[in-house]
């Protein structure tokens, strides 16, 4: 059998991880087994373990397709003017980060994770869920933390009380639309969520402004 070429392996590994997706999302991932992911993928369980370990493997891999890192998000904007506006920096990120969000892969992903997923074997969907959120709590302290010594951040609002309340919002924004994302679009409503939230943390204008 001839070698498959570096583009082929990836789309055939590409393939697997739809698969994933689509049995994982009908079934739960306790209860998929690779050999269901390969016969939906329409290949053999031996392709399965030439691109993955075994399940945990291939489901950090599905992950690792929407990860939306802040740092990332940011940097995706490419806008240098933004190290001296950090609270328009978190709010074009999150706007972003909203965007992908309403994409049905990313959708369909962290459905899964949130509620399509047990402790299983080395799969820990909280352990994954609060390395997520701490990671981009982190990332707002630190935004938060830039505004503050620029100047624009309330005075009696420290940074990682702001981050902490953020960090809360788009949390249960987040569940809200995951539950019901036909009803609304996370763009919009949480647009004004979060534009409404940082217009609160920021300094009062000046008198006369």
Request: a neutral charge; aromatic letters at 6%.
């Amino acid at each position: 059998m001839a070698r498959k070429t570096k583009a082929e392996a990836a789309a055939t590994r590409e393939a697997l991880l739809d698969a994933a997706e689509a049995v994982f999302l009908e079934k739960g991932v306790a209860r998929t087994s690779l050999e269901q992911i390969a016969r939906h993928a329409g290949m053999t369980r031996g392709a399965v373990y030439w691109h993955f370990r075994n399940k945990a493997d291939l489901f950090q891999a599905m992950l690792q397709r929407v990860r939306m890192p802040f740092r990332e998000l940011v940097e995706e904007i490419g806008d240098p003017s933004l190290a001296e506006r950090p609270l328009e920096a978190i709010r074009l990120a999150i706007r972003k980060g909203f965007e992908r969000l309403e994409q049905p892969r990313y959708r369909r992903v962290h459905a899964i994770l949130i509620h399509h997923c047990e402790v299983f074997g080395d799969i820990d969907p909280l352990a994954m869920q609060n390395e997520m959120a701490e990671e981009a709590c982190g990332a707002l302290r630190d935004y938060f933390a830039c505004a503050a010594r620029l100047g624009q951040l309330r005075g009696d609002l420290s940074p990682e009380l702001a981050a902490s309340l953020m960090q809360s919002m788009l949390g249960g924004l987040f569940h809200d639309w995951l539950r019901n994302h036909e009803r609304f679009s996370i763009v919009e409503q949480g647009m004004v969520l979060v534009e409404t939230q940082l217009r609160l943390v920021a300094p009062p204008p000046a008198a006369g402004e």
